[in-house]
C-alpha cells in the first residue's frame, strides 16, 4: 500500500482502478524579437483564435456537463478580454522584446501565483483558468499539445500532471471515477468541473505520484481529506463535504481598491510598494497591487542555500522577479546577514554583541567576493527591468564611496565583457543607523534614494534589542527620537531632489501614515497583504486637516 497526500477538491470517495494521463511537454523559449509591432499583432490573431476555440467548447460542453460546467469556457473567454492580463502579455513583448509564448508564460505563472496566493478556493479556482487560457495561447501561437485519452470502457480514475478545463471536459465523464493531479495546489480547474460533475478529485499530490501509478492499479481517493492510497489494504473512507472558504470580506476590499491610485483626498500621491523575501512572494505582490517592490531581502537566497548562492543562481532570481514586475520599480537590497540572520557557510566568528558587528554591508565590504558576485548578478539582471539596489547598514559617507566604486568597477567590467545592462539602475541606502540619518544631508547627494529601516532605527535609537521580547515595554515605536530622524532624513532627501521610502515595519503602522505623509514621505513598502489596507488608509487622509 502506497499513501500520497495533496489537497482534497471535491469531496467523496472513489475505489477503482487508475488510468496516467501522458501529455506532450511544451516548453516555450525566449526568444529576443526586434520587431514589437507584428508580435503584437500575432498575439492579438491568437487571441482571437482561442476566443473562437472556446466558444465552440461551450456548445460541446453543455450537453457533458451542463449549463453550470460549461460556464467556465464563457469565464475563459472573458479572462482572454481581461486590461490586467493583456496589459501585462503587451508590455512585456513590447518593453522586454520577448515572443509572445515567452511573455504568456510569464505572466500566466504570475497570474497563476497571484490568484494561488489567496485563501478563497473560488479565486484560486482563476489561477487554474488563467493557466489553461494561457496554454490555450501557447498552444495556438507555437503549436499543439494533447493529452491522450484512456482508451479501456470501465470508470477510471484519471490521474495527470496537470488538467484544463478543455481536457476534462474530453474526457467521457460516465467513465471518470476520480481526478487527481500531481501538481496544481492552486490549480482548481479540476475542481470547478469536477465539482460540476459532482466528481472527486486531489490535486497536487506530487510528481513522485506520478512516477510510481500504474495503469490498471488500484486507488482509493479520499476526495476531502485529500488523500490517494494506491494498491490499499481494505479500507472505507469516509464521504465528506467540500471545502469552500469564503474570505468575502478581504475579496470585497481587493475589488474595491485593486487599480485605484494611492492619493489623500487633498490630492498628495505616494507610492505603495511590497516586501518580498522571496521570489515565491511575487504572487502575493501582484495580487494585492503593489506598485513595485520597495525592498527585496536578498539574504534570504543565502539563508536558504547550503553554500554560498552562484552568480548565475542569483542572476536567474533577481531577473525573474525583474520580468515579472515588467517595468514596475523593483528595489533589491544586498545581502543583510549577521546579527539574527546567521549562515553557517560563511564562518563568522560568534560574536558578544551580533546587533552591534559584522553584518550587512560591513560583510560585503570586508569580503568583496562575495559582494562583487551579488552585484555582478544584480547588474546583469538589471537589463530585464525596472531595477534599484539598495545597501543596507549603513553609517558612513567612506561606505558608500567604497559601494560606489565597487558598482563603477562592476558595470566596467560586465561592459567590457560584453553583457547588456541597464544604466537606470537608482542606487540607494538603508537610513537604518541613527548615524546615517543624522548625516543623512552628507549622503543624500551619494546616493538616488533612501528607504528607512525602522526595525534597525528604533532598536539603535532607542537601545532595544529588537529580538528581546522583554524590551517590548521600553521599545515606543512612535518614539519621538525615532520620528525625528525620518524627519530630518526626509527633509536631507528632499533637499537633494531624492526620494525616501520607508521599508520598515513602521512603514505598515496605520496610525502614523498620516504623519508620514505629513513628513513628504514619498514611498511606503510593507508586506503584501497590508498593501490595500494602507492605501484605503492614504485614500482616507485628508492633509489639509
Ligand atoms: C529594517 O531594519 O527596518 C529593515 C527593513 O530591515 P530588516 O528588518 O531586514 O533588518
Ligand atoms: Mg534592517
Same mark, same amino acid.
Not at 259 to 265: A, D, E, F, L, S
Not at 506 to 509: Q, R
Given at each position: 500500500m502506497r499513501y500520497f497526500g495533496g489537497k482534497g477538491v471535491c469531496g467523496g470517495i472513489a475505489i477503482g482502478k487508475i488510468s496516467v494521463l501522458r501529455r506532450r511537454d511544451a516548453t516555450v523559449t525566449r526568444v529576443k524579437i526586434t520587431d514589437t509591432a507584428s508580435e503584437l499583432e500575432r498575439f492579438e490573431a491568437a487571441r482571437s483564435q482561442a476566443i473562437r476555440e472556446l466558444d465552440e467548447l461551450y456548445e460541446k460542453a453543455l450537453p457533458e456537463v451542463g449549463e453550470a460546467g460549461a460556464q467556465i469556457f464563457d469565464i475563459h473567454r472573458m479572462m482572454l478580454d481581461d486590461d490586467d492580463y493583456n496589459e501585462s502579455i503587451r508590455t512585456m513583448i513590447e518593453k #522586454? #522584446? =520577448? &515572443?509572445a509564448e515567452y511573455a504568456t508564460a510569464l505572466t500566466a505563472d504570475n497570474f497563476e501565483a497571484m490568484f494561488g496566493a489567496m485563501d478563497d478556493s473560488y479565486m484560486q479556482a482563476r489561477a487554474a483558468d488563467v493557466r489553461d487560457i494561457s496554454n490555450r495561447l501557447i498552444r495556438v501561437l507555437s503549436g499543439t499539445s494533447e493529452v491522450e485519452t484512456p482508451s479501456s470502457g470501465e470508470k477510471l480514475i484519471i490521474c495527470a500532471d496537470d488538467l484544463a478545463p478543455s481536457e476534462t471536459v474530453a474526457l467521457d465523464k460516465s467513465r471518470v471515477l476520480a481526478f487527481v493531479t500531481a501538481h496544481g495546489s492552486t490549480n482548481s480547474h479540476t475542481a470547478i468541473l469536477a465539482r460540476s460533475m459532482n466528481i472527486p478529485a486531489v490535486i497536487g499530490v506530487g510528481d513522485a505520484f506520478l512516477a510510481s501509478v500504474r495503469d490498471g492499479e488500484t486507488a482509493i481517493v479520499n476526495g476531502q481529506a485529500g488523500e490517494v492510497t494506491v494498491s490499499p489494504d481494505d479500507e472505507a473512507m469516509r464521504e465528506a463535504e467540500k471545502k469552500l472558504a469564503d474570505d468575502t470580506a478581504a475579496r470585497q476590499l481587493l475589488e474595491e481598491l485593486r487599480?485605484?491610485? &494611492? =492619493?489623500?483626498? +487633498?490630492g498628495t500621491q505616494i507610492q505603495i510598494y511590497a516586501n518580498i523575501g522571496?521570489? +515565491? &512572494?511575487i504572487g502575493a505582490v501582484l495580487l494585492n497591487d503593489a506598485g513595485g517592490i520597495g525592498l527585496f531581502r536578498s539574504e534570504f537566497l543565502y539563508l536558504e542555500s547550503s553554500d554560498f548562492p552562484s552568480e548565475e543562481e542569483q542572476f536567474g532570481i533577481y531577473k525573474r522577479v525583474l520580468e515579472s514586475m515588467a517595468d514596475k520599480k523593483v528595489i533589491i537590497r544586498t545581502l543583510d546577514i549577521g546579527a539574527d540572520k546567521q549562515v553557517g557557510y560563511f564562518g563568522l566568528d560568534k560574536e558578544e554583541n551580533p546587533a552591534l558587528g559584522l553584518r550587512a554591508i560591513r560583510i560585503c565590504l570586508t569580503r568583496p567576493e562575495v559582494f562583487i558576485t551579488q552585484l555582478r548578478a544584480l547588474y546583469r539582471a538589471s537589463a530585464y527591468g525596472n531595477l534599484g539596489i539598495m545597501f543596507p547598514m549603513i553609517t558612513s559617507v567612506t561606505e558608500i564611496a567604497e559601494i560606489l566604486e565597487y558598482c563603477r568597477e562592476v558595470r566596467e567590467d560586465l561592459t567590457r565583457e560584453g553583457v547588456a545592462i541597464s544604466d537606470n539602475v537608482e542606487l540607494g541606502i538603508m537610513i537604518e543607523t541613527p548615524a546615517a540619518a543624522v548625516i543623512s544631508d552628507k549622503l543624500a547627494p551619494m546616493v538616488d534614494f533612501f528607504s528607512v529601516g525602522t526595525n534597525d532605527l528604533t532598536q539603535y535609537t532607542l537601545a532595544c534589542d529588537r529580538q528581546n521580547p522583554k524590551l517590548e515595554e521600553f521599545?515606543?515605536? *512612535? *518614539?519621538e527620537a525615532v520620528l525625528r530622524l525620518i524627519e530630518y532624513a526626509a527633509k536631507s532627501a528632499h533637499a537633494h531632489g531624492k526620494w525616501i521610502g520607508i521599508c520598515g515595519e513602521?512603514?505598515?503602522?496605520f496610525t502614523l501614515t498620516k504623519t508620514f505623509l505629513q513628513m513628504g514621505i514619498d514611498e511606503l513598502s510593507v508586506s503584501p497583504p497590508y498593501v490595500l489596507k494602507l492605501r484605503d488608509t492614504v485614500r482616507g487622509i485628508d492633509l489639509r486637516e
Open positions: #522586454q #522584446q =520577448i &515572443n487599480g485605484k491610485k &494611492n =492619493i489623500t483626498r +487633498d522571496s521570489v +515565491d &512572494n521599545c515606543d515605536t *512612535h *518614539h513602521l512603514a505598515a503602522d
